[in-house]
T-cell receptor, first 117, second 110 residues
Framework: GAGVSQSPRYKVAKRGQDVALRCDPISGHVSLFWYQQALGQGPEFLTYFQNEAQLDKSGLPSDRFFAERPEGSVSTLKIQRTQQEDSAVYLC???????????????FGEGSWLTVV | SQQGEEDPQALSIQEGENATMNCSYK?????LQWYRQNSGRGLVHLIL?????REKHSGRLRVTLDTSKKSSSLLITASRAADTASYFC??????????FGPGTRLSVLP
């Protein structure tokens, strides 16, 4: 596709429910990032993939959070036993190159808005 | 923290005025990127400036980078109501993930 696509756009989950958020990066992009953004705050890094390898998951807030990118394209962020504090926008981003920060632009999706009630 | 900070946190100006937002950081960077986020939307990339560059332009946007002061500024000239959004800078450091600041919320009043 032309841009990074995320689904669902909005999700309301009952506390304790598991949720899965999907990200379709721009075709051919090597790097894929997940960020969490609370209302009124900047995005906070969750995890990074280079192709199918999860090279950094230091930002995942707990073991209830799990991400995968099995074929190096589509990624899924799974949150188990959701809690109210998980309510946030989950942003996926991709870039063409690897994590070398030599000037690769990162492109963001519209985000998945999660509300846990 | 190596997280840079944008200032001001909020800025309100009249349409047609210029808006300047600043971003500071603590560690050396490879590049710095500015993003815009409209309410309820994702982040839109505006400009990337590399550590060996001092100024870049894109339409009504001008970004400067002063590595000696570890700061960058985003200038929006002749602002429009449609420029109302939150603006974030993200610092690119080799081997580390992009770190975003809390952003500047810009309101352009008609």
């Amino acid at each position: 596709g032309a841009g990074v696509s995320q689904s669902p756009r909005y999700k309301v989950a009952k506390r304790g429910q598991d949720v899965a958020l999907r990200c379709d990066p721009i075709s051919g992009h090597v790097s894929l990032f997940w960020y969490q953004q609370a209302l009124g705050q900047g995005p906070e890094f969750l995890t990074y993939f280079q192709n199918e390898a999860q090279l950094d998951k230091s930002g995942l807030p707990s073991d209830r959070f799990f991400a995968e990118r099995p074929e190096g394209s589509v990624s899924t962020l799974k949150i188990q036993r959701t809690q109210q504090e998980d309510s946030a926008v989950y942003l996926c981003a991709s870039s063409l190159g690897s994590q070398d920060f030599s000037g690769n632009t990162i492109y963001f999706g519209e985000g998945s808005w999660l509300t846990v009630v | 923290s190596q997280q840079g900070e944008e200032d001001p946190q909020a800025l309100s100006i009249q349409e047609g005025e210029n808006a300047t937002m600043n971003c500071s950081y603590k560690t050396s960077i490879n590049n710095l990127q500015w993003y815009r986020q409209n309410s309820g939307r994702g982040l839109v990339h505006l400009i990337l400036i590399r550590s060996n560059e001092r100024e870049k332009h894109s339409g009504r946007l001008r970004v400067t980078l002063d590595t000696s002061k570890k700061s960058s500024s985003l200038l929006i000239t002749a602002s429009r109501a449609a420029d109302t959004a939150s603006y974030f800078c993200a610092k690119g450091v080799y081997g580390q993930n992009f770190v975003f600041g809390p952003g500047t919320r810009l309101s352009v009043l008609p």
